[in-house]
């Protein structure tokens, strides 16, 4: 009687644990707070939208615009980035924005052009960031904004995306 009381303890036990280890890993995918759509091997640890004050990104955590005024999207560290041939990371990023219903506004390619293709510190992008200027005619609203990073060497990509606010 015993033992049988123990193993069952034992196994509620370990189906608990292996319940509470994915519930917390789901919880981490489907977070309204952190869109993120990252593979394995290429990460973004953090994103926060933001305004520049000088040459200073101030986190902007409302997500509230003006309509004329320019939305940022800073991410944070980046990678790793894989190295070319050349010894060098080569990097791409992309800019996407949606208006309420869908429609595409702006898409930007190729931000980072000949920047991108450089020797990274540890093979990894500290805070690149991507940026929208909101036009005092747009109307207010909500938008979406998504930015892709690629890794052009390990021909791999990863995504952020999240929604702000024109008044």
Known sequence: MFSEI?????VFSVIFF????GS???SNNNSDTLKILQ????????????????????????????????????????????RGADSLNHAEMKLEVTDAIGQIITIREDIFGARGHNNFPNNMLSSPYASFSSGVND????Y????????????????????????
Do not use: W
Request: proline residues 2%.
């Open 6 to 10: 123990s193993y069952l303890i034992f």
């Open 18 to 21: 292996i319940n509470s280890c």
């Open 24 to 26: 917390e890993e789901n």
């Open 39 to 82: 593979t394995r091997s290429f990460s973004v640890s953090d994103y926060n939208f933001a305004i520049l004050e000088g040459d200073k990104f101030i986190q902007y955590n409302k997500a509230i615009y003006h309509r004329g005024d320019e939305v940022y999207l800073v991410l944070e560290d980046v990678g790793p980035f894989a």
């Open 139 to 142: 109307k207010p609203g909500k």
């Open 144 to 167: 979406s904004m998504s930015v892709t990073v690629y890794d052009l060497v390990r021909k791999d990509s990863i995504l952020v995306y999240d929604d702000f606010f024109l008044e």
